[in-house]
Structure formats: C-alpha cells, structure tokens
C-alpha cells in the first residue's frame, strides 16, 4: 500500500540556519502531497501543499517541491526561526473504496531551534 | 483555533471504565474523522463519517465505538480499553472525502491515558 517516510528526528537547529527535513513516498497513483505541522499542545494544521509532479507548494518560507522522479517531498527553509519549533508531518492523499480519500501521514519530525 | 474542538483535554481512565471523547465543528464541514497519533508511529486514521454515515472503519476494535449524531458532531466511545491504547485522540473535519486536495482541519486531541 502507499506509505510515507520521513527522516527521523529530532532535529536541532541554531536561528537562522537552513532546514530541510525529507520525505519520499510510496504510491501506486499519483498523490497530493502535503506537510502539516502540529505546534507544542496543538492539533495539526496544513502548511503546504502540492497537487502534480513539479509542483511547488510554499508557505511562511518554507518550500516543497513534487518530484515524481525521485518520489520525493522535501521541506526546506532558508532561515528557521526559534517559532519554527514543532513536529512537522508528511503526507499523500490515498483513495479509499467507495471514492473517499484519506492522509497517510509519516511518522512526524521534530523540530527544536534555539536562540 | 481551527474550528474544531475537542473535549476532554486529558482523560484518565481504568481498564474498566467507559468514556467518551468529544468533537465539535463549526465549519460546515461534511466529513469527520477520528485519528489515533502514538508516540513515534505514524498517524493511525481510525474512522471516517461522511454526511453522518461511516465510510471508513480501519480495522479498530470494537471497543472503540464512533458515533456521529449530526454533520457538526462526533464522539468516540471508550470501554475496557488496554494501557496500548495510551495516546492522543485527533478528531478533524474536512468539507468533503473526496478531493484528494482536501484540507483537513485538527482539534487539539484528547491526550487519553489508560492505567
């Protein structure tokens, strides 16, 4: 079935260093791919999203791009600031019988940036 | 605040007790969903009610009972769980299952521990 990994965590960074956290899926068709993130105490909220292969999906500085050669999603910032601190999940659009859809999410990375 | 709302925020309970989560949203939405997030696994997607009738039960045992009186309501009720089932209960809302772009939107979960 499709799946979803995602590098381990934690990651730790210093203000204003560069992020990235990958993913790469599993997928029999051709998936929406998203990252949500899930501050301290929090449920999850959608960060980005993108639809199709070359796509770019950004938000708040962060970025992602589809690429469907190397079935890949990484999340990447420029300069990561001490708000950025939260666990940051992957994830793919499946679909269910009957024409629902479901996320299949990774097992989430955090994120600790320090002052 | 997304719209979505959960109570409680912290239960504890026997093996032997029976409780109940609750959901609540204020967005119109037509689906809902129970997800079941454990420490370091992936999101677990446990049910999903479209228009108040369940489309999705993902292999959960039954004695976790979902019930959704109405489109802006659902609860998930608890009995003679196991110290496993430790975890925190996400409850979120979408306007429909089947766009595979849907965004969801999360409570803020029940963290539920079993004694």
């Known amino acids: 079935g499709d799946s979803v990994t995602q590098m381990e965590g934690p990651v730790t960074l210093s203000e204003e260093a560069f992020l990235t956290i990958n993913c790469t899926y599993t997928?029999?068709?051709?998936?929406?791919l998203f990252w949500y993130v899930q501050y301290p105490g929090e449920g999850l909220q959608l960060l980005l999203k993108?639809?199709?292969?070359?796509d770019k999906g950004s938000n708040k500085g962060f970025e992602a791009t589809y690429r469907k050669e190397t079935t890949s999603f990484h999340l990447e910032k420029g300069s990561v600031q001490v708000s950025d601190s939260a666990v940051y999940f992957c994830?793919?659009?499946?679909?269910?019988?009957?024409?629902?859809?479901?996320?299949?999410f990774g097992a989430g990375t955090r994120l600790a940036v320090h002052p | 605040e997304t719209g979505v709302t959960q109570t409680p925020r912290h239960l504890v309970m026997g093996m032997t007790n029976k409780k109940s989560l609750k959901c609540e949203q204020h967005?119109?939405?037509?689906?809902m969903y129970w997800y079941k997030q454990s420490a370091k696994k992936p999101l677990e997607l446990m049910f999903v009610?479209?228009?108040?009738?369940?489309?999705e039960n993902n292999s959960v045992p039954s004695r976790f009972s979902p019930e959704c009186p109405n489109s802006s309501h659902l609860f998930l009720h608890l009995h003679t769980l196991q110290p496993e089932d430790s975890a925190l209960y996400l409850c979120?809302?979408?306007?429909?299952?089947?766009?595979?772009?849907?965004?969801?939107?999360f409570g803020s979960g029940t963290q539920l521990s079993v004694l």
């Open positions: 979120a809302s979408s306007q429909d299952t089947g766009d595979a772009n849907e965004k969801l939107f």
């Open positions: 997928a029999t068709g051709y998936p929406s």
């Open positions: 993108a639809t199709k292969a070359d």
């Open positions: 994830a793919l659009s499946d679909q269910l019988s009957g024409g629902y859809n479901k996320l299949i």
């Open positions: 967005l119109g939405h037509n689906a």
């Open positions: 009610y479209s228009l108040e009738e369940r489309v």
